[in-house]
Protein backbone atom coordinates (compact mmCIF):
# COMPACT_ATOMS: atom_id res chain seq x y z
CA UNK A 1 0.00 0.00 0.00
CA UNK A 2 1.30 3.47 -1.08
CA UNK A 3 2.05 6.18 1.69
CA UNK A 4 0.09 9.17 0.68
CA UNK A 5 1.90 11.83 2.61
CA UNK A 6 2.70 15.31 1.31
CA UNK A 7 5.87 14.09 -0.34
CA UNK A 8 3.77 12.08 -2.76
CA UNK A 9 1.43 14.79 -3.19
CA UNK A 10 3.63 17.06 -4.42
CA UNK A 11 5.50 14.35 -6.71
CA UNK A 12 1.77 13.56 -8.70
CA UNK A 13 0.98 17.26 -8.79
CA UNK A 14 4.71 17.82 -10.53
CA UNK A 15 3.75 14.84 -12.76
CA UNK A 16 0.15 15.87 -13.79
CA UNK A 17 1.40 19.66 -14.78
CA UNK A 18 4.43 17.84 -17.04
CA UNK A 19 1.93 15.43 -18.46
CA UNK A 20 -0.61 18.24 -19.40
CA UNK A 21 2.17 20.11 -20.55
CA UNK A 22 3.37 17.99 -23.00
CA UNK A 23 0.87 19.03 -26.06
CA UNK A 24 3.44 21.92 -26.32
CA UNK A 25 7.34 20.63 -27.55
CA UNK A 26 10.15 20.95 -25.79
CA UNK A 27 11.55 22.51 -28.50
CA UNK A 28 8.86 25.83 -28.09
CA UNK A 29 10.64 28.14 -25.99
CA UNK A 30 10.19 32.24 -25.84
CA UNK A 31 11.98 33.74 -28.37
CA UNK A 32 12.57 36.92 -29.72
CA UNK A 33 14.36 37.77 -33.33
CA UNK A 34 15.50 41.40 -33.67
CA UNK A 35 16.59 42.94 -37.11
CA UNK A 36 17.79 46.36 -38.68
CA UNK A 37 17.66 47.03 -42.45
CA UNK A 38 14.12 46.28 -43.51
CA UNK A 39 13.28 48.37 -46.12
CA UNK A 40 9.80 48.55 -47.68
CA UNK A 41 7.65 50.21 -49.90
CA UNK A 42 3.56 50.54 -50.52
CA UNK A 43 2.03 51.06 -53.96
CA UNK A 44 -1.97 52.05 -53.55
CA UNK A 45 -3.06 50.47 -56.26
CA UNK A 46 -2.40 47.63 -55.69
CA UNK A 47 -3.28 47.94 -51.83
CA UNK A 48 -0.02 45.96 -50.84
CA UNK A 49 3.49 46.79 -48.44
CA UNK A 50 6.58 45.16 -49.54
CA UNK A 51 9.88 44.12 -49.06
CA UNK A 52 12.03 46.16 -51.32
CA UNK A 53 13.89 43.20 -53.25
CA UNK A 54 17.10 42.72 -54.02
CA UNK A 55 17.16 44.25 -58.02
CA UNK A 56 13.22 45.05 -57.43
CA UNK A 57 12.85 40.97 -57.10
CA UNK A 58 12.82 38.15 -54.38
CA UNK A 59 13.99 39.28 -50.91
CA UNK A 60 15.43 42.59 -49.81
CA UNK A 61 18.52 42.19 -48.18
CA UNK A 62 19.13 43.13 -44.10
CA UNK A 63 21.71 44.64 -42.11
CA UNK A 64 21.98 42.93 -39.13
CA UNK A 65 19.71 40.22 -37.19
CA UNK A 66 19.79 39.18 -33.22
CA UNK A 67 18.53 36.04 -32.24
CA UNK A 68 17.88 35.10 -28.85
CA UNK A 69 16.20 32.08 -27.25
CA UNK A 70 14.68 31.98 -23.62
CA UNK A 71 17.99 32.03 -20.86
CA UNK A 72 20.75 32.22 -23.53
CA UNK A 73 22.63 35.02 -24.77
CA UNK A 74 21.74 36.34 -27.76
CA UNK A 75 23.53 35.40 -30.90
CA UNK A 76 24.22 38.39 -33.61
CA UNK A 77 23.86 37.14 -37.61
CA UNK A 78 25.67 39.67 -40.24
CA UNK A 79 26.00 37.41 -43.13
CA UNK A 80 23.02 35.57 -45.57
CA UNK A 81 20.47 37.78 -44.38
CA UNK A 82 16.68 38.31 -45.63
CA UNK A 83 13.30 39.28 -45.44
CA UNK A 84 10.55 38.93 -47.44
CA UNK A 85 7.38 40.86 -46.68
CA UNK A 86 4.05 40.99 -48.36
CA UNK A 87 1.09 42.35 -46.56
CA UNK A 88 -2.31 42.73 -48.72
CA UNK A 89 -5.65 44.83 -48.77
CA UNK A 90 -4.39 47.82 -47.26
CA UNK A 91 -7.30 50.11 -46.52
CA UNK A 92 -6.46 53.89 -47.05
CA UNK A 93 -3.81 55.48 -45.39
CA UNK A 94 -4.69 59.18 -44.54
CA UNK A 95 -1.90 61.93 -45.68
CA UNK A 96 -2.75 63.83 -42.36
CA UNK A 97 -1.32 60.70 -40.51
CA UNK A 98 -3.28 58.30 -38.15
CA UNK A 99 -4.10 54.35 -38.60
CA UNK A 100 -5.21 51.81 -41.37
CA UNK A 101 -5.48 47.75 -41.24
CA UNK A 102 -4.72 45.30 -43.42
CA UNK A 103 -6.22 41.33 -43.84
CA UNK A 104 -3.73 39.14 -44.58
CA UNK A 105 0.07 38.64 -45.54
CA UNK A 106 3.02 36.76 -44.85
CA UNK A 107 6.84 37.65 -43.74
CA UNK A 108 10.05 35.64 -43.26
CA UNK A 109 12.78 36.47 -41.57
CA UNK A 110 16.43 34.40 -42.87
CA UNK A 111 19.85 34.38 -41.44
CA UNK A 112 23.08 32.63 -42.17
CA UNK A 113 20.83 29.61 -43.34
CA UNK A 114 18.30 29.94 -40.48
CA UNK A 115 14.41 31.45 -41.04
CA UNK A 116 10.99 32.00 -39.50
CA UNK A 117 8.06 31.87 -42.18
CA UNK A 118 4.75 33.12 -40.40
CA UNK A 119 1.53 33.58 -41.52
CA UNK A 120 0.04 37.37 -40.71
CA UNK A 121 -3.93 37.39 -40.56
CA UNK A 122 -6.61 39.73 -39.32
CA UNK A 123 -6.09 42.65 -36.72
CA UNK A 124 -2.90 43.76 -39.03
CA UNK A 125 -2.57 47.63 -37.48
CA UNK A 126 -0.06 50.40 -39.68
CA UNK A 127 -0.11 53.85 -38.04
CA UNK A 128 1.41 56.52 -39.58
CA UNK A 129 2.75 59.33 -38.10
CA UNK A 130 3.12 62.43 -40.17
CA UNK A 131 5.07 64.83 -37.69
CA UNK A 132 7.94 61.97 -37.46
CA UNK A 133 7.04 61.36 -41.11
CA UNK A 134 7.40 57.64 -40.05
CA UNK A 135 5.00 54.20 -40.07
CA UNK A 136 4.46 52.01 -37.28
CA UNK A 137 3.40 48.03 -37.84
CA UNK A 138 2.20 46.09 -35.44
CA UNK A 139 0.71 42.46 -35.51
CA UNK A 140 -1.06 41.49 -32.67
CA UNK A 141 -0.36 38.25 -30.52
CA UNK A 142 -2.83 36.06 -32.55
CA UNK A 143 -2.15 36.99 -35.75
CA UNK A 144 1.14 35.67 -36.52
CA UNK A 145 1.14 31.80 -37.02
CA UNK A 146 4.27 30.11 -37.93
CA UNK A 147 3.92 27.74 -41.07
CA UNK A 148 7.84 27.07 -41.13
CA UNK A 149 10.83 27.22 -39.21
CA UNK A 150 13.97 26.31 -38.76
CA UNK A 151 16.08 28.06 -36.36
CA UNK A 152 19.13 27.44 -34.32
CA UNK A 153 19.15 24.70 -31.44
CA UNK A 154 15.75 23.27 -33.47
CA UNK A 155 13.79 25.62 -31.61
CA UNK A 156 10.00 25.70 -32.11
CA UNK A 157 8.28 28.90 -31.84
CA UNK A 158 4.83 29.20 -30.05
CA UNK A 159 2.15 30.53 -31.30
CA UNK A 160 0.47 33.34 -31.15
CA UNK A 161 3.75 35.73 -32.06
CA UNK A 162 3.95 39.62 -31.61
CA UNK A 163 5.79 41.06 -35.06
CA UNK A 164 6.60 44.67 -35.50
CA UNK A 165 8.19 47.03 -37.35
CA UNK A 166 8.80 50.81 -36.95
CA UNK A 167 10.19 52.65 -40.16
CA UNK A 168 11.19 55.72 -40.77
CA UNK A 169 9.95 57.41 -44.69
CA UNK A 170 12.70 58.29 -47.45
CA UNK A 171 10.33 58.68 -50.09
CA UNK A 172 6.26 59.57 -50.18
CA UNK A 173 3.78 60.43 -52.45
CA UNK A 174 0.28 61.56 -51.95
CA UNK A 175 -2.58 63.21 -53.28
CA UNK A 176 -3.63 65.30 -50.02
CA UNK A 177 -5.84 63.04 -48.70
CA UNK A 178 -4.43 59.81 -49.31
CA UNK A 179 -0.82 58.22 -49.56
CA UNK A 180 -0.54 56.71 -53.06
CA UNK A 181 3.30 55.15 -52.37
CA UNK A 182 5.89 55.53 -50.10
CA UNK A 183 9.57 53.74 -49.71
CA UNK A 184 10.60 53.51 -45.62
CA UNK A 185 13.31 51.42 -43.77
CA UNK A 186 13.66 50.52 -40.51
CA UNK A 187 13.86 47.96 -37.69
CA UNK A 188 11.57 45.47 -36.32
CA UNK A 189 11.05 42.36 -34.10
CA UNK A 190 9.64 38.83 -34.02
CA UNK A 191 8.58 37.46 -30.25
CA UNK A 192 7.27 34.23 -29.50
CA UNK A 193 6.24 34.20 -25.95
CA UNK A 194 4.49 30.10 -25.12
CA UNK A 195 2.63 30.36 -21.93
CA UNK A 196 0.32 27.42 -20.38
CA UNK A 197 -3.44 27.46 -21.90
CA UNK A 198 -5.73 28.07 -19.29
CA UNK A 199 -7.37 24.77 -20.12
CA UNK A 200 -4.19 23.59 -19.54
CA UNK A 201 -4.14 25.23 -15.92
CA UNK A 202 -7.45 24.17 -15.15
CA UNK A 203 -6.28 20.55 -15.91
CA UNK A 204 -3.46 20.73 -13.17
CA UNK A 205 -5.40 22.24 -10.70
CA UNK A 206 -8.17 19.67 -10.89
CA UNK A 207 -5.77 16.71 -10.80
CA UNK A 208 -4.34 17.87 -8.37
CA UNK A 209 -7.73 18.18 -6.25
CA UNK A 210 -8.08 14.91 -7.11
CA UNK A 211 -5.09 14.01 -5.63
CA UNK A 212 -5.47 15.89 -2.75
CA UNK A 213 -8.99 14.15 -1.95
CA UNK A 214 -7.52 10.42 -2.37
CA UNK A 215 -4.65 12.02 0.20
CA UNK A 216 -7.28 13.49 2.98
CA UNK A 217 -9.09 9.68 2.72
CA UNK A 218 -6.37 7.87 2.98
CA UNK A 219 -4.67 10.08 5.75
Known sequence: M????????????VAASLSCTIVTPA?????AIEFTGLDIQYDSTSQQ???????????????????????????VFASDLSADLEIN??????????????????????????????DLENGIDVVFDEINNSFGFVFLAGVGMANAASLPGGLQPSDPMVISFSTQVSSLVDDGQVIESFVAGGTGEMVSDP?????????VAFACGLVSGVVRRRS
Do not use: K, Y
Not at 27 to 31: F, M, Q, R, T, V
Not at 90 to 114: C, E, K, L, Q, R
Open 2 to 13: LDWNRRTFAAIC
Open 27 to 31: SALPI
Open 49 to 75: ITDVGLNGDGSGALTSVVFQAFGEEPV
Open 89 to 118: NMSPIASGGGSATASNGHFNVGFDGWFLDV
Open 195 to 203: TPEPATLTL
